[in-house]
């Protein structure tokens, strides 16, 4: 009982110094989970951070350069059976192998030292396509982790959520789920085995705000994620905010658009803070509505493997196209027709937690000449996750390619600047409705003095 004491004490210590350590460098560290929000797993963490391409089965490796980075399975499986025969001999608790397995999968995808390179189980990747439609059983909350220290933080609180009634905030930091510390858990390990669970069961929280720890007993429901929300402001100006990219977010981004040209609307913001990313589709479907089809040949987002296959998305004869380097289409709903362009002033929204399909969209954009972008530096992650799909109903997510802008910029571990830099400024007394706070946000307010 004491050395329990005594680790609980430790462990206590050490996350107190991680929260200090990562109000130094979240800004620095960004979102490692794309797109993950509190009763969902979700797809990737990033998805440009999820170009989810179902690929069947994985092959096997070819060629010299494969050849030589092959493991040495013989030594590998002569050292596991060694493990094995001392577990078997000393282990005092009782084994699950299921797990055991599990263990080896996730160790190799963790030994590439890539953090969005991840090994999902069965029951993981069968929750993926759940996440990604946006609607899911859980507290209604978006959370990220911080790559540096793996503080958890809600970014998030959907109105009307579970969450929300419950009293948590934007900015709280996960503590406790059901008296258990969960400072040393993955994101995943947190969302998808104890913040999710079956609808109209509780999940007790323990969270920490402004140095006090609070806390929570949230209902488990059916939430849809309202991924877009729009309102029309003075003098026709209309705002459009994206929180991430889902299955679902560019048909209700169209709805938003087409919604306020018909209350008049003659330019538009669109805000992508803290938007960490998500389905690459959303987000070429959104740049399409939006731009012309020159003048880069209608390109909107372009890939490059370490083989120098080349992927891309482009507009052509009023269709949204999807090719390889060798012009064989990749996916079944490609193409789509697009013969949409909006002819107006239009302002994008980043700070330092913009990320991934965020920045593609914006890049896009900024590349056409037909938004300013305005707030801080993007996060800057500037490479391709595939999720590959396995023949026992797991999947591994990993980093395959580069991507670019139009113009062929590589926005990774630089992001992208800003036309007009502003820093965010907290309003004194806030507003409650949508409209009072647009009015005392001042990046939303140097957003449409760049368009007037």
Known sequence: MENENRNETK??????????????????????????????????RSVIDSQVQQQGTVAESTGAAAENQKLDLLSLNKKLSTLQDIINRD?????????????????????????????????????????TSGVYCGIGAMISQNIETGIMTAIRVFPGSPAEEAGMKKGDIF???????????????????????????????????????????????????????????????????????????????QTAVEDLEKQGMERLVIDLRDNPGGV?????????????????????????????????????????????????????????????????????LLNGQSASASEVFAGALQDYKKAVLVGTTSFGKGIVQNLIPLTDGSAVKLTVAHYYTPAGNDLHKKGLTPDVEVEYEVPENPG??????????????????AIK
């Not at 350590?21 to 960004?30: D, E, H, K, R, W």
């Not at 590439?112 to 069965?122: E, F, G, I, K, R």
């Not at 409650?432 to 003095?449: H, P, R, S």
């Open 432 to 449: 409650q409705d949508m409209a009072e706070i647009l009015k005392q946000d001042n990046q939303v307010q140097a957003a449409i003095e």
């Open 91 to 131: 282990f005092l608790f009782d084994e699950d192998m299921s797990k055991v397995e599990d263990g080896i999968y996730k160790g190799l995808m963790y030994g590439l030292d890539d953090p969005y390179s991840v090994y999902y189980t069965a029951e993981e990747y069968a929750q993926m396509s759940e996440e």
């Open 11 to 44: 462990n206590k210590n050490k996350f107190w110094k991680g929260v200090l350590v990562g109000a130094l460098v979240t800004a620095f560290a960004g979102l490692m989970i794309v797109g993950v929000a509190a009763g969902i797993s979700v797809i990737g």
């Open 280 to 348: 690459v589709d959303s987000c070429v479907q959104m740049a399409a509505y939006l731009l012309p089809e020159d003048p880069f040949d209608g390109m909107l987002l372009s890939t490059a493997s370490k083989h120098g296959q080349e992927d891309k998305y482009y507009c052509e004869d009023g269709e949204l196209r999807h090719e390889t380097a060798e012009g064989k289409r990749l996916e079944k709903r490609y193409p789509k027709t697009d013969d949409h362009e909006l002819d107006m002033p239009i302002a994008v």
């Open 175 to 253: 503590y406790k789920v059901d008296g258990q510390d969960v400072s040393q858990f993955d994101l995943d390990v947190l969302v998808q085995q104890h913040v999710r669970g079956e609808e109209g069961t509780y999940v007790d929280l323990t969270v920490l705000r402004d140095g006090e720890e609070v806390s929570l007993h949230v209902q488990r429901r059916m939430v849809e994620n309202p991924t877009v929300e729009h309102q029309m402001m003075e003098d026709k100006t209309g705002y459009v905010l994206v929180t991430q990219f889902d299955v679902i977010t560019g048909d209700q981004f």
